[in-house]
């Protein structure tokens, strides 16, 4: 194991390179999306779909009743962004990336309860945005979530450090005292650090830079409700946050304290949903003895969908996307994440067709580890020489490629891009009319494609197809 960083530089770099680079590029994509007007719901798609862990926890949050009220229920990607919004959806895979970072280790009692504090404090904070009438309440809760971001990186992953912090501590020392002996800085200077570094923004950014407005004070509240609750609901330090509270909204301080242990008992839920089991025992003692027999019973785990239950329901939407009025980019997209996902699948992608039918360009894709997410896909269209997409253009059928049997369309540019590999290319065609062509493998994994993986994918592009009719008959 490598030695501890000594400096707040070394442990920025440690921690975004090395401990959580999952994290680190998560968030820098998604900040990237957000930041341009000509990114938007697909661009996000892709950013979430390169990780297929990432994605189930996503669709899992979604479904759950603290960001899904209504309980319409959501298996893509595409219908969670349609139904929660692109701002949702972006707070929730950043919350879901924080803690498939932080998780995947073997958390220590101080993790836990750092980890404990930021989701108790996040749920406290957004039920205080909804009280104040705030136009965003999930970002608040993810502002409260990253607020002390270097505590919990650091207690993740720290030795021999943290211990000598912990000692001091217990021998009288206050926690900034501890962290200066030890580390030479304070933790919140690396919660500042790595915001830059992660290049987090908006009201995340405001909170650990101790901005000072409306919505960065109930971060900071949330933080004091979340400790005070330790010393107890009827404690002096609840009062004072009480009295606080009284400030935002007209309801009654008996009222304000069952709201509080109200949201107490979500947040051990909320932990739960994240996979932070050992965090919510933290926060579960503070919940009513009768509530805490209810949450030891709702540990159970969530049953998993199979493939073939994930293609029928992916189905079950398309067929509701075909019976309104057709919307062919959420169609197009659903399609192809539908194969995606099923058929556990490393990369796809759909491209279009230009106009003069010459040239194939990326419409949007997943699975593809790109340094640049504008960087796109693109090959041409010509019999001089053939290519794999040339060739699938102009045979109007599902095309199921292997470098054995068709050495000649796997030209250079083709073994440069794709690789040397087997795939599936789907031409779409309409009113005998080439449109594009979804593309799919397993280049990662290097698992064999087999029969029913293409004649799954087969049916899946032939309700693009009947999309496409339907679309055209209706326009």
Known sequence: ??????????????????????????????????????????????????????????????????YNPSNQKMVTVSRSIVILGSTVISEITLACSFFE??????????????????????????????????????????????HNLGDIAFWCFSGKQGESISALIQAGKTKKEAEREVLGFHLSSLSIELC??????GLIKESINNISNDRTKLVTLSHEISLASKQGWESESMNQCLTELTKISSL?????????????????????????HDASNFIQRNVHRKEKSTLESSKKPVPTINEKQLQFQILQDISNLLCDKIELNLLFKTVVEGIHRSLGMDRSCFMLATPSKDKLNENFSFGWNKEDIDQKISFTLSPNPPNLFYYAS????????????????????????????ECFLLPLYTENKFIGVIYS???ISHNALTQD???????????????????????
């Open 101 to 146: 970072a932080v998780l995947s280790h073997k958390n220590k009692h101080k993790a836990n309860e750092e980890i404990a504090n930021a989701i108790h404090a996040a749920v406290q904070a957004k039920s205080l945005a909804i009280l104040s009438h705030d136009n965003s309440p999930e970002e608040v809760f993810i502002a409260a979530l990253l």
């Open 1 to 66: 194991m490598n030695p501890e960083p000594t400096s707040l530089a070394g442990w920025t770099q440690r921690l975004h390179e090395e401990e959580m680079p999952i994290f680190s590029n998560t968030s820098c994509q998604i900040q990237s999306v957000l930041a341009d007007n000509r990114k938007g719901a697909m661009d996000l798609a892709s950013v979430i779909m390169r990780d297929p862990n990432l994605t189930a926890k996503l669709l899992k949050m979604s479904n759950s009743s603290y």
């Open 453 to 475: 993986d293409f004649n799954t994918a087969k049916h899946f592009a032939q309700q693009a197809t009947l999309g496409l009719n339907l679309y055209r008959i209706n326009k």
């Open 394 to 421: 102009q045979s109007n059928q599902a095309l199921w490629a292997t470098p054995a049997e068709h050495k000649r369309y796997y030209t250079p540019h083709i073994i440069n891009t794709l690789g040397n590999i």
């Open 196 to 201: 830059r570094s992660f290049q987090l923004s």
């Open 441 to 443: 493998d397993r280049a």
């Open 252 to 276: 009654p301080i008996k009222t304000l304290r069952e709201t509080l242990q109200k949201n107490t008992t979500i947040a051990v839920k909320i932990a739960q949903q994240f996979g932070a």
